[in-house]
Structures are given as C-alpha cells and as structure tokens.
C-alpha cells in the first residue's frame, strides 16, 4: 500500500512540475505584454481627449482639456499609471472603457461572446476544407489537380483580408442581394427577436473572409505531411499487401497528415483574432475586433490593455492544446521532448 502510494506521487510530481513551469511562462508572458502595450500607448501620437471629445474638440478651452486630463489622470507619470493600473489588475479590477462607457471586463465578455461564433466558424471553415484539399493535392502529387490546389493556395496567401472582404461584400451583399450588408443581426429588430437563420445569413460573408486567413498554410502543410506518409515504408508495406485506393489513405496517412494540421490550426487563433479585426470593420460586425479598433482610436487605454491580455491567455491556451493533440496524435512529438529533457 505504501509503496502504491509513493509510486503514484512520483507518477504526480512531473505533471505538477509541467503545470507550475506551464503556468509561469503565461505569467511572464502577460506580464510582457501588459509593459509592452502599455509602453506603445503611452507614447502614441494619438491624443487620448481629442480622440474622445471628437469634433467638437476645438470648442474646449484650454482649461477644460485640462481638467479633463486631471480627471483621467493623464498628467501622472506613466510609471506611476502603470503600476496604479497593474495593482488594480491584481484585484480582479480591469478598469473602466471610456469608448463604451462601461467595465473593461464586461465590454471584453459582450463582444467576445459575438465574436466567437464568426472565429469557430471560420476556425472550423478553413481546418476542413484546407485539410481536404491537402489531402487531394498530396494523392495526386505533379498532375492537374495538385497544381491547380496549390495555386489556390498561393493565391489565398497573397491576398489581403480586408480586400477579400470588399470584393464578398460587393459581389453578393450590393450586387447580387443575397447576403446582408452589415452587422451580425438585422438592423432596428431586437436581438432576442431575432431567428437563427437571420443570425447565419448575417454570419456567413464574415466567417467565409476570415476563414481565408488559415486555409491557404493547412492546405499547404497538410500536402507536404501527405506526401511523406506516402513515401513511409509501412505504407510501402501496405502497399505490398495490397492496400489501395482511398483505404489507403484513410488507414495509413489521414493520421499522419492530421497531426500537423491540427498543430497548425491550434496554433493560428492568434492570426484568427488579428484577421477579425480586419473582417469585423469591414461588415460593420459588432465583436471584439471592431471593439480593438474604437479602442485604438479612441486611445482607450484599460480596454485595449484588457483585450491585449485575454488575447494572450487566448494564444497560449490555443498553443498549449495544439501542443497537447499533437503529441497524441504522433507519439514521435513525444519521444523528442523526452530527448531534450535528457
């Protein structure tokens, strides 16, 4: 019973060891990125009463700009507002959004709640369809259809976000009529009024513009992992057994080739939620990348601190799991860091 007892806490005490090392290395990183941000901020030319008051800017006197800066504490040392900011932080307290004029937290879960449908389903949009066109480009290697994915590929790669979104946007929502303009519902119908296919009309030029940032490296990647899986020698042996076909891909090589592309995908919701900043602006849609830009321009300082925070927690957490699929995925991931820990 004893020695079950102390086989099971050595079993325990890497995993606690990985945990503890995992959790400090997101604490140094945010705290990076907390100084970081703070710094760029800080000495942006963007003046944060003017960005607020807008036009009616040059109306202010003097004095009331004054006032206005002592009363957001714009006069304090930046150190001082850094650590005033970062104590706060501390308790749970990320500050107040003068773009939305509510709790930095609350802005942040509102709108990350009406992003994260446009970013599953374009994150979904851009794993399955590169993966499946990986997978054919990589069977059929040097002939019509290989050639033909891995131009599209390029091409997916080469174009802008934003110029995409345009080009959708004016060919099925102002041309064609099919797709609505702008916003994630209809506009002047309450949001509790609203069906879900409304919400899947409004979600659809968005997601498919999005999805564009990721498909073009999975497609890529996933036909490289193909075709080294077909040049293994266990499907070599497969093949001597008479293995052929779509059997063959579907036993010997989707596992294979699945484990970059999921590595990958995991591993692009940093580029997802940069790229949404782009798509959100474009269809008008109401998520936390259209809030970064109003905070940007609005020299929102707490509020785009907070978004720059999540979005870290967010990227690392992506990463980790990638990390952790991927090694159940390809057991060789597994051997490699055992060597590096030798």
Not at 63 to 78: H, T, V
Not at 98 to 106: A, G
Not at 149 to 161: C, D, E, K, Q, V
Request: aromatic share 8%; with cysteine.
């Amino acid at each position: 019973m004893e020695l079950d007892v102390l086989t099971a806490g050595s079993a325990a005490r890497p995993v606690v060891v990985a945990v503890a090392a995992r959790v400090s290395r997101l604490l140094l990183l945010l705290t990076a990125v907390a100084v970081g941000s703070f710094v760029l901020m800080v000495n942006s030319p963007v003046d944060p009463v003017a960005a607020y008051v807008g036009a009616d800017v040059a109306s202010l006197g003097s004095a009331q700009r004054a006032l206005i800066a002592e009363r957001w504490g714009l006069d304090d040392p930046a150190h001082e507002r850094f650590l005033s900011w970062f104590g706060n932080l501390l308790g749970g307290d990320f500050g107040f959004s003068l773009t939305f004029n509510r709790p930095v937290l609350e802005v942040i879960g509102d709108k990350f709640l009406t992003s994260l449908a446009l970013m599953a389903l374009a994150w979904l949009l851009s794993g399955l369809v590169g993966f499946a066109l990986g997978l054919v480009a990589g069977t059929r290697r040097g002939r019509f259809a290989d050639r033909a994915i891995t131009w599209f590929s390029y091409t997916l790669a080469s174009a802008p976000t934003f110029w995409v979104g345009l080009l959708l946007l004016y060919v099925f929502a102002v041309s064609w009529n099919w797709a609505p303009v702008c916003c994630a519902v209809p506009i002047g119908v309450p949001a509790d009024e609203v069906g879900l296919g409304d919400r899947l009309a409004h979600l659809a030029l968005p997601a498919i513009t999005l999805s564009v940032v990721g498909i073009a490296p999975v497609v890529l990647h996933t036909r490289q992992a193909v075709v080294e899986a077909l040049a293994s020698d266990h499907v070599a042996f497969a093949r001597a057994q008479g293995e052929r076909g779509l059997g063959l891909v579907l036993h010997r090589v989707v596992r294979n080739a699945a484990a970059p592309a999921l590595l990958l995908q995991f591993g692009s919701i940093g580029e997802l939620f940069g790229g949404s900043v782009l798509a959100e602006q474009v269809f008008s849609y109401p998520g936390l990348g259209a809030a970064t830009t109003a905070a940007a321009l609005g020299q929102d300082v707490p509020l785009l601190l907070g978004i720059a925070l999540f979005t870290t927690v967010l990227v690392f957490t992506g990463n980790l799991v990638g990390d952790r699929v991927h090694a159940a995925l390809d057991p060789r991931s597994r051997l490699v860091d055992v060597r590096r820990k030798r």
